[in-house]
């Protein structure tokens, strides 16, 4: 599933690509995604110029002259600009063509993805009006992070997945910022010392601009969306040793999600 670092390296490329240019038309395949794809965005978009790409938590914002386009890629999906005559294959549910003959395509296989069309600011619409300040902005520091962890009994790392705690946090980067921190994830929030909070907080900003920097990849192959996230510490390595003690990792459920840590090296 694409995290924050991916949502954002995608962002960036499409800013490059996709700034200036001229929407010609809109076809909608498969309108069931996680919400249908509004029918209407044909008449919307057409003659319309994307102005900007951003990104808000782990939501891309078109600015599309007249309104936003906000997409989420859900679990599997993906948005690449082809030339116009690449023939659309089975999970291409969305074509932005372009006046120049490009065309945006949103594959997702799993159909989890979430495409809208609002004229109200991105920031004020119901899906991104919860999400918490951005980790890769000073907002999230360690002051912000032992406020909101006072009252809080929850397992440290479902606080950081939390996305009205912290925008777009997910998994894996979870894993690897308290491994880092050299906090265990299962202890309750409240329990974090002002240091702790000020020390992840500095390991959840590093992980995920280490992972921006070293462009972990998410891309389409086959027709089916390949991820291949980068070499992790402890995500996904349950049964390895440390990195840093050579003891054995533990892999526990939290939240239902895999969680796995040192039990010498996060305390
Ligand atoms: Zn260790």
Known sequence: MPE?????????????????????????????????????????????????????????????????????????????????????????????????????????????GTVVWTTDLPATHPLLAAIGPEPLTAAVDGAYLFRVSRTR??????????????????????????????????????SLSRPECERLAHTVREVLQESIDQGSTYRVEEETVAYHPLDFDVYGRGKDACTRCGGALKEIRLGNRSTVFCPRCQT
């Open 4 to 112: 924050l670092p991916e949502v954002e390296l995608t962002c960036r490329r499409l800013e490059r690509e996709l700034t200036g240019k001229r929407i010609e038309r809109v076809m909608v395949r498969a309108p069931k995604l996680r919400f249908p794809i509004p029918q209407e965005l044909h008449a919307l978009l057409t003659g319309r110029t994307i102005r900007s790409v951003g990104r808000r938590g782990k939501y891309l914002l078109f600015d599309c002259e007249t309104g936003w386009l906000i997409v989420h890629l859900g679990m599997t999906g993906f948005l690449r600009l082809l030339p116009g005559t690449t023939p659309p294959g089975r999970h291409d549910h969305l074509d932005i063509v372009f006046d120049d003959g490009a065309v945006l395509r949103f594959h997702d296989p799993r159909k989890f």
């Open 153 to 190: 009994r929850v397992a440290v790392k479902q606080l950081l997945m939390n996305a009205a705690i912290v925008a777009g946090v997910g998994n894996i980067y979870a894993n690897e910022a308290l491994f880092r921190a050299g906090i265990s994830p299962d202890r309750p929030a409240s």
